[in-house]
């Protein structure tokens, strides 16, 4: 069965780095689209970044927009979101998601979710 | 940007009621408009897509409609496992949108 894992959440300071993974089973990840999503405490759902099955077109929110990078490694069933600095609104659940379209008919429709990492950002 | 605004904030309700959720668009969205159910402390689940169109495994008491900028999620009779909090999403224009979330909790 399709499952996702996230890791790499923590605490870390305003200004600083995190880099979260998530690891895909039970399907072929190039066959996909993916997504990071993300929740603040309390809050409703922010899309955070989109990315290609093959890696090529990312999609970035404004909120992230040269601060955050999104790639993925088909070969090894990893999709990476690299987090650079960070804020206090950064603070948040970040879920991995896979498309419920295909490589060749994407759709933007996240089926499947990961059970989420959380980011906080304090000093 | 596309907004979307749902209402009520928070809709309270007895089991076996029907619950009508409403979601609607800043601007046209076509059909592009899904629905999720979330629950405390877990990932949200697709129930909607495409306006109308249930997700995998999804009792046929929820249904969507509407198109354009006016969306409808209904659930037709409430059980104890549907209280919980629905999003909104369009897929129409990036950056894909939700609306705020509309909690349906027991009355």
């Known amino acids: 069965q399709v499952q996702l894992v996230e890791s790499g959440g923590g605490l870390v300071k305003p200004g600083g780095s995190l880099r979260l993974s998530c690891a895909a089973s039970?399907?072929?990840?190039?066959?996909?689209?993916m997504s990071w999503i993300r929740q603040a405490p309390g809050k409703g759902l922010e899309w955070v970044s989109y990315?290609?099955?093959?890696?090529?077109?990312?999609y970035y929110a404004d909120s992230v927009k040269g601060r955050f990078t999104i790639s993925r490694d088909n070969a090894k069933n990893s999709l990476y979101l690299q987090m650079n600095s960070l804020r206090a609104e950064d603070t948040a659940v970040y879920y991995c998601?896979?498309?419920?379209?295909?490589?060749?008919?994407?759709?933007?429709?996240?089926?499947?979710w990961g059970q989420g990492t959380l980011v906080t950002v304090s000093s | 940007e596309i907004v979307l605004t749902q209402s009520p904030a928070t809709l309270s309700l007895s089991p076996g009621e029907r619950a009508t959720l409403s979601c609607r668009a800043s601007?046209?969205?076509?059909?592009?408009l899904a629905w999720y159910q979330q629950k405390p402390g877990q990932a949200p689940r697709l129930l909607i897509y495409?306006?109308?169109n249930r997700a995998t495994g999804i009792p046929a008491r929820f249904s969507g409609s509407g198109s354009g900028t006016d969306f409808t999620l209904t659930i037709s009779s409430l059980e104890v496992e549907d209280f919980a909090v629905y999003y909104c999403?369009?897929?129409?224009?990036?950056?894909?949108?939700f609306g705020q979330g509309t909690k349906v909790e027991i009355k």
């Open positions: 998601a896979r498309d419920l379209g295909t490589r060749v008919v994407p759709a933007a429709i996240p089926v499947y």
């Open positions: 039970g399907f072929t990840l190039s066959d996909y689209y």
């Open positions: 990315i290609s099955s093959s890696g090529t077109t990312r």
């Open positions: 601007q046209s969205v076509s059909s592009y």
């Open positions: 495409d306006a109308s």
């Open positions: 999403q369009q897929r129409s224009n990036w950056p894909w949108t």
